[in-house]
């Protein structure tokens, strides 16, 4: 690549991260006790366990130029905190929230279903959500089109 | 393609307020931001570059050249700066971490010749911040 100036248009994100704290425990019924303990390890125990996320959210759209913003933060914190923080702030993943009943509540997830929570924000257009679990743990959704690389199929997956 | 990415600290003040909205437009829209006196943020910039590392140095550019560009164009026009009153870049624009990254990107862009500017990351605060990039190079919408 060269130093070459790139004319695309400039694209302008805003970002926000919010803070939650919430138990889970990763189990499956489609897996017996063995598999579980096996395959999801600490985070199979019986009582579960909690985590202090890190919700970013990024939303685009052209800039107001009589506010200088893509969208008002009051509206993007209202909405986030109704649509997602009062929905899994201290509450147990597992039993508190109707999604994670028969579905392993790992960050992966809750990415995709946080994801359709947003995506109606309708002052600007959702771009992703990350999530950290951890600090060293991070995983980020932008809906179905993200996947850079096919996504194989459990069929495809058996062949290998 | 390498991305480096190259963070400063700087810390400046500001006031949201557009006069040819009513008071009590400004106070509605901007709620506290728009307190008279302004107010100040500790920024965090963040700027990564894209490119490919030269089979001599190994380098995708000289660091200390863009840490002389970012004293140059950044450090030495907003920290410690009123940026409205202060920053004509800004001039007649609300100080906003959008416009603010926006304008980051347009003085970085052309100084930058080593290495294509791939995204402009300003941290107003920990929990917010915006991202300026040419469409199609970075966010969600893919690399190149």
Redesign the interface.
Known sequence: ?G????S???????????HFSASHRLHTAHLSEEENSRVFGKCNNPFGHGHNYVLEV?V?GP?D??????A???DLDGFVEQAVLQVFDHKSLNEDVAVFLDKVPTTENLCIDIYERLKNFSHAKL??VRIEETRNNSF?Y??QQ?A?VPVASSAEKEQR | MVLITRRIDFSASHVYHNPQLSAEENRRIFGKCNNPHGHGHNYTLEVTVAGEPDPVTGMVLDLKELKEILAREVMQRMDHRHLNHEVPELAGQIPTCENIARVIWNLLEPKIKQGLLHRVRLYESPDLFADCFRNGTAGSRGNT
């Open positions: 690549m130093a070459k100036a790139n695309a248009e400039l694209i302008i994100e805003l970002g926000r991260r919010y990024s685009s800039v130029p009589a506010t200088g913003m893509i008002n933060l009051a771009e992703r980020e932008a809906g993200f850079r």
